[in-house]
């Protein structure tokens, strides 16, 4: 399921003023990509990760999946086929189980399939089926994060985006979770879409990176291209310096 977003336009009130977002985004995510947004606080990365499940729309533009405009799409058909791993907030009091089969429970799973179904959710994202009968609150941050992954992948999405997914995690957390994409990626064929700041991990796992400016685009193409530039101080950009 590829995705192109054609002269994009989002801009927002704060009650007395019109405040402009992003201007002028055309970009194309390829199917089965590693896709990294990255930018300076404000620059609307975040925002571009919920036009893409219609949390928001944009003022003006369009969005295609498929070719098929995304407004044409149900929008529970919408957000089986593109995932949203939320932060960890989006965890809610409970068990493992609870959380994990949550969206399935929305649509209707037969009782006695919620621990099958679930026992391999986990294994998935490497846990142990033990943890479905744990409190959510007695996780670690990665096994919080995992278990997040886990709910967004029981509807089984094609499209899975990520909002700054390791930023609350130690550098051990932080490579389960770079695993586990890339595992989704290349095994499962996903496509990862992801928010970061750290410049660290665009070089590790990313295919292809857009850097947002304050409403522009600062660099569109693949990580290769990125590193070889010799235009952008990329450590100061995402500082919010000068580009």
Same mark, same amino acid.
């Given at each position: ?118 026992? !391999?959710?986990?294994?998935?994202? /490497?846990?142990?089926? &033990?943890?479905? $009968?744990? *409190? +959510?609150?007695?996780?670690?941050? #990665? ?74 685009? !600062?660099?569109?193409?693949?990580? /290769?291209?990125?590193? &070889?530039?010799? $235009?952008? *101080? +990329?450590?100061?950009?995402?500082? #919010?310096?000068?580009?």
């Amino acid at each position: 399921m590829g995705i192109k977003l054609s002269n994009i336009h989002v801009s927002k009130s704060d009650g007395t003023n019109n405040l402009e977002i992003i201007k002028n985004l055309n970009i194309e995510v390829q199917k089965e990509d590693i896709f990294a947004i990255a930018g300076p606080s404000g620059s609307g990365k975040s925002t571009v990760l919920r036009l893409l499940n219609r949390l928001d729309d944009a003022t003006s533009g369009e969005i295609y999946l498929d070719d098929t405009e995304i407004k044409s799409w149900d929008i529970r058909k919408l957000r089986e086929k593109v995932g949203f791993v939320f932060q960890e907030s989006a965890l809610f009091e409970g068990s493992v189980l609870d959380n994990v089969i949550y969206g399935l429970r929305i649509r209707g799973i037969k009782k006695e399939e919620e621990q099958t179904i679930a026992s !391999a959710l986990l294994e998935k994202v /490497g846990l142990d089926p &033990e943890y479905l $009968d744990r *409190d +959510i609150e007695k996780l670690s941050g #990665g096994q919080k994060q995992r278990v997040n992954i886990a709910r967004t992948l029981a509807l089984d999405p094609e499209i899975i985006l990520l909002d700054e997914p390791t930023s609350a995690l130690d550098p051990q957390g932080t490579k389960l979770i770079e695993d586990l994409m890339m595992e989704l990626n290349e095994k499962h064929n996903k496509t990862i879409i992801f928010v970061t700041h750290n410049i660290d991990q665009i070089q590790r796992i990313a295919k292809r990176v857009l850097l947002l400016g304050i409403k522009k685009i !600062a660099f569109f193409g693949t990580k /290769g291209e990125l590193f &070889e530039s010799t $235009d952008l *101080d +990329i450590t100061t950009f995402l500082k #919010g310096g000068r580009e």
